[in-house]
Nanobody, 122 residues
């Protein structure tokens, strides 16, 4: 079992930055793929970024590529999402998720955090 808790969300102006954190528990956390998803009101949950267990392989949605960076520190059981050059279209609840095998589909992931709100004003 893996438990995840997100933090770091808030209100920021367009062009600004936020750093989200995901604190994980579980002995096998270091062997899990971890991803960030986001969901805006009235829209489906969408993939944002993922990172493999070693941290050596990452992937990003086209909408955030070049602006967001996912990273992890297995010694601290932490995963991060650095978000730069934010736009109002980035406004959503952001979730971290974990799975032994995870791609870009939300259904791949069995462990989820509670979410943290990110609001970008114009």
């Amino acid at each position: 079992q893996v438990q995840l808790v997100e933090s770091g969300g808030g209100l920021v102006q367009a062009g600004g930055s936020l750093r989200l954190s995901c604190a994980a528990s579980g002995r096998t956390f270091a062997h899990y793929t971890v991803a960030w998803f986001r969901q805006a009101p009235g829209k489906e949950r969408e993939f944002v970024a993922r990172i493999n267990w070693s941290g050596g392989t990452t992937s990003y949605a086209d909408s955030v590529k070049g602006r967001f960076t996912i990273s992890r520190d297995n010694a601290k059981n932490m995963v991060y999402l650095q978000m730069n050059i934010l736009t109002p279209e980035d406004t959503a609840v952001y979730y971290c998720a974990a799975a032994r095998l995870g791609g870009r589909a939300a259904s791949d992931y069995g462990y989820w955090g509670q979410g943290t709100q990110v609001t970008v004003s114009s």
